[in-house]
């Protein structure tokens, strides 16, 4: 029997193709529903709801100064931030606050610290880049008395 032969007896499931440019695999499901935004402090992605939202405010006299999006509707571009202060410092080194707004010049970021610190008291970060430990198997303790079910 010829190779083809096998195939075609096989049926249609035997022909899978592999991922290629015309048939690329499908997007991995989004587990969580609601809209995704990229924090600009560590670049991992988080719910809407679990960012905060920075916003450029006209102070007055051609001055601007961050301020923190509370409703998350002020008008004009955002960036979006985690309240955790680790991604808060790699925004303020990165620059990160400048060029997402899409400013030239100096911001101060006493509003969004200070922000951050009161949310981050009351939230536990929503992301994490430690591996949690796994969970332990349960074993079959034969010796205690106990039996697995029986099949039929």
């Given at each position: ?83 955790d ?30 922000a951050?610190t ?35």
């Open positions: 029997m010829s190779r083809h032969g096998r195939l075609s007896e096989a049926g249609p499931a035997a022909r899978l193709s592999s991922p290629s440019r015309r048939n690329p695999d499908p997007a991995p499901p989004v587990l969580e529903p609601g809209p995704v935004r990229t924090c600009v402090g560590c670049r991992a992605t988080g719910l809407r709801s679990a960012l905060l939202r920075v916003v450029l405010s006209d102070v007055g006299a051609g001055e601007t100064a961050l301020v923190v999006d509370e409703r998350r509707r002020m008008p004009g571009r955002g960036a979006w931030l985690h309240p202060q680790r991604c808060l410092e790699l925004a303020v080194r990165r620059r990160a606050f400048g060029r997402a707004l899409r400013h030239t010049g100096p911001l101060g970021t006493e509003v969004v610290e200070r951050v009161r949310l981050a008291a009351q939230v536990q970060p929503q992301h994490s880049t430690t591996v949690p430990e796994p969970t332990p198997v349960p074993t079959v303790d034969r010796e205690a008395g106990w039996k697995p079910m029986a099949t039929r």
